[in-house]
C-alpha cells in the first residue's frame, strides 16, 4: 500500500509574522518601527509619571545663598529636587526627605545667612582696628542668633547689637542695647519665662548691657519682652493668667455642685472676678487723747527755790531798782552790801519759788499695713440651665421649664459655691431657658472640590485614567494596525461551487423543515460537516463528539477499533 503524501506543515504566528514582515518595503518597515518605539516611549513616559513619588518640602524659607548651595549638594548626591516660590523652597521625593535634611545639616547647610566666629577663621593681614571690632561684632551678633534659634518654636532670629565705643569720660559713657527679631513657627508662641530666657541670655553674653535694654519682637512686630517701669505697676501676662485660673476656680466649684443635681451638660456657667491688683502699703501712729488718771508715771522732776531777799518794791523805775545803802551796823558785825539786817532771833524766808515736771505713759499704736494683691473685688456669675426632662403618661418624654422654687434653690447652691458676700457687690443670675439640640444643628460640609482627601484621589484616579487612555490608544492607533499588516487573519477555507449549493440547500432544509426532518449525522453532506467542523472550536468539538458516542456508541467502539488496528498495521510494515 502506497504511503499518502503528506500535507504541508501549518505555518506558525511566528512565521507567518516574519513572511509578512519581509514582503514589506523598506518605507513601510521604518514607518512601523518608528511607530513601535514611539509608542514604547510613550508608555514608559507616562508609567514612570504615574510612578512618581511624591514630593515633600526639604527647606522652606532659605536664602539665595544657602539655596545654592543646597542645589549643589543635592546635584552632586544625583538627587532630583524642585525649587517653588521663588527659590526659597526646595523640594525632594519624601522617602528621602529627612536622610538628606539630616546629611546637609552635617555638611552646616542651611547656614541661615548669619555667621558666627568661623568669620574670624579668614581675616587678612593689615586689616585696621575698626574693620576687626565690625568682624567680632558680627560673629557676636551670628552666633547669639544661632543660640536663640535652638529654640523649638523659632524658626529664624536676627541680633543687632548697639556697642558704644569706649570712652576715657564717665560722664559720656553709653550703655551697650539690643534688638532682638524671631520668626516663630506657625501655631507656635513664646511664654513669659522664654522670652525672659532670651533677653538674659543676650544681656549675659555682651559686656555691661543691662537686661531691661534688651528689646525682643516677633515677625509680626509684636513686643514679646515688656519691661516693668520703676514703680512696679506695669500689667502683665501673669496677671491675666491669674485672672483667668481664679475664673476656671470658680467654674469648676460651679460645675462640682450642680452635675449630681442637674446633670452634666444642663447648664453653662461663667464667671467675671474683678481682681485687684494694686500694690498698698500703709503705716499709722494713733495717740489716744485724755489718758486716765491711773497711767504710769514715766519720770518726774521737782526743783523748789527759797530766797531771804524781797522781790523788787515800789513803782517801777530808775530810782526804786537801785541798790539799797549800806546801813550802819554794829562794829562787832559789820554790814554786808545788799544784805538786808535780820531782826529776830532766826531770819524769815521772804521769797520762796517751787517746780515740779510731771511725765506720763501716753498710749501709742503704730500700724504697719500691706495689702496683698490679687483680691478680689467682685463677682458676677452668670448661669444658664436647660429645661428638665419629663414623661407623659404615654411614656414619650418632653421638656418643661423649671419652677422658681428649683431655680431659687439653684441661685442658692450656687451663692454658697463662690462664697457671695453682698458687702462686696457680687451679683448672681440664674436662667432657664431650653438648649439647642447639637444633632439637629445643621452641620455645614466642606464642599467636595475643596476637600484635601477627594483633591488626592481625584488626582490618584485621573494619573490612573490617563496611563489607561494612552495604553488604548497606543492599542487601537498603533498596535492593531501593525498586528493587522504582520499577522493578517487567516482566510476561510474555499469551497466549490457543489458544496455551496449543498450548503445552501441544507440551510433552506433546516429552515423551512419540520422538527426531526434534518436527520442524523449521516444525512448531513460531508461538505457542510466538513465546513461546520472547521468553523467549531475544540471544546465544540469536544461536546460534538460527547453527543455523538452517546447517540450511536456502536460506531464510535468500531471507529475505535480501526483506529486501533490502522495503528498496529501501521507498526507491522
Do not use: C
Not at 133 to 139: C, I, L, M, T
Not at 491 to 514: C, D, K, L, T, V
Not at 554 to 569: F, N, R
Amino acid at each position: 500500500m502506497a504511503e499518502e503524501a503528506l500535507p504541508n506543515p501549518p505555518t506558525t504566528p511566528l512565521q507567518a509574522i516574519m513572511d509578512n514582515f519581509t514582503r514589506l518595503t523598506p518605507r513601510q518597515k521604518m514607518a512601523g518601527a518608528a511607530a513601535l518605539a514611539f509608542s514604547v516611549a510613550l508608555l514608559v513616559g507616562v508609567w514612570l509619571w504615574s510612578q512618581e513619588p511624591p514630593y515633600s518640602v526639604l527647606f522652606s524659607g532659605v536664602e539665595e545663598k544657602d539655596g545654592g548651595a543646597i542645589i549643589t549638594a543635592l546635584q552632586q548626591q544625583n538627587v532630583p529636587y524642585r525649587v517653588e516660590n521663588g527659590g526659597a523652597t526646595i523640594m525632594v521625593p519624601g522617602a528621602r526627605a529627612n536622610e538628606l535634611r539630616l546629611a546637609l545639616a552635617a555638611q552646616g547647610l542651611p547656614r541661615g545667612g548669619s555667621v558666627g566666629f568661623e568669620l574670624l577663621e579668614t581675616q587678612k593681614l593689615g586689616l585696621s582696628q575698626f574693620h576687626e571690632q565690625v568682624n567680632y561684632q558680627r560673629a557676636l551678633e551670628g552666633e547669639l542668633a544661632r543660640t536663640i534659634q535652638s529654640i523649638g518654636a523659632v524658626a529664624g532670629a536676627r541680633v543687632h547689637l548697639a556697642i558704644p565705643k569706649q570712652t576715657a569720660f564717665l560722664r559720656n559713657e553709653q550703655k551697650p542695647t539690643a534688638s532682638i527679631v524671631v520668626n516663630l513657627r506657625p501655631g507656635r508662641r513664646l511664654d513669659a519665662a522664654q522670652v525672659a530666657g532670651i533677653v538674659h541670655l543676650v544681656s549675659s553674653s555682651v559686656p555691661e548691657l543691662a537686661a531691661n535694654q534688651v528689646s525682643v519682637i516677633d515677625q509680626n512686630g509684636n513686643l514679646l519682652a515688656r519691661q516693668r517701669k520703676q514703680d512696679g505697676v506695669a500689667l502683665d501676662d501673669t496677671q491675666l493668667e491669674y485672672v483667668r485660673n481664679v475664673e476656671e476656680s470658680y467654674i469648676t466649684r460651679i460645675q462640682k455642685i450642680l452635675d449630681p443635681v442637674l446633670g452634666a451638660g444642663n447648664f453653662r456657667a461663667q464667671v467675671m472676678a474683678d481682681v485687684d491688683f494694686d500694690a498698698a502699703e500703709q503705716t499709722s501712729e494713733t495717740y489716744k487723747p485724755n489718758p486716765s488718771p491711773d497711767t504710769a508715771v514715766r519720770s518726774q522732776q521737782t526743783a523748789e527755790n527759797i530766797s531771804n531777799q524781797p522781790g523788787p518794791i515800789g513803782v517801777p523805775g530808775a530810782l526804786s531798782n537801785q541798790p539799797p545803802v549800806p546801813a550802819t551796823a554794829p562794829i562787832t558785825t559789820p554790814a554786808v552790801p545788799g544784805q538786808a539786817a535780820q531782826s529776830g532771833p532766826q531770819a524769815v524766808p521772804l521769797n520762796t519759788n517751787k517746780t515740779a515736771t510731771i511725765n506720763y505713759e501716753v498710749d501709742k499704736t503704730v500700724a504697719h499695713v500691706r495689702r496683698a494683691v490679687g483680691q478680689v473685688r467682685r463677682l458676677s456669675v452668670a448661669l444658664v440651665v436647660n429645661n428638665k426632662a419629663e414623661k407623659d403618661a404615654k411614656g414619650n418624654v418632653k421638656t418643661a421649664p423649671l419652677s422658681e422654687a428649683e431655680v431659687r434653690k439653684i441661685n442658692d447652691l450656687v451663692r454658697e459655691a463662690v462664697g457671695y458676700v453682698e458687702k462686696r457687690g457680687d451679683t448672681i443670675n440664674v436662667t432657664n431657658t431650653a438648649f439647642t439640640d447639637p444633632a439637629r444643628e445643621e452641620v455645614t460640609a466642606l464642599p467636595i472640590y475643596q476637600d484635601p482627601q477627594a483633591i488626592n484621589l481625584a488626582k490618584e484616579l485621573a494619573r490612573w485614567l490617563v496611563l489607561l487612555l494612552v495604553i488604548l490608544l497606543v492599542y487601537k492607533k498603533v498596535i492593531q494596525p501593525l498586528m493587522r499588516t504582520f499577522a493578517p487573519p487567516e482566510p476561510e477555507p474555499a469551497i466549490g461551487a457543489e458544496a455551496e449549493g449543498a450548503i445552501a440547500a441544507y440551510n433552506a432544509q433546516a429552515e423551512g423543515g419540520e422538527e426531526g426532518s434534518l436527520g442524523t449525522d449521516d444525512d448531513i453532506p460531508p461538505e457542510v460537516l466538513e465546513l461546520e467542523l472547521a468553523k467549531m472550536s475544540f471544546e465544540k468539538k469536544l461536546a460534538r463528539a460527547r453527543e455523538v458516542a452517546a447517540k450511536d456508541p456502536k460506531m464510535v467502539a468500531q471507529l475505535i477499533k480501526e483506529w486501533m488496528g490502522g495503528g498496529a498495521s501501521g507498526e507491522g510494515r
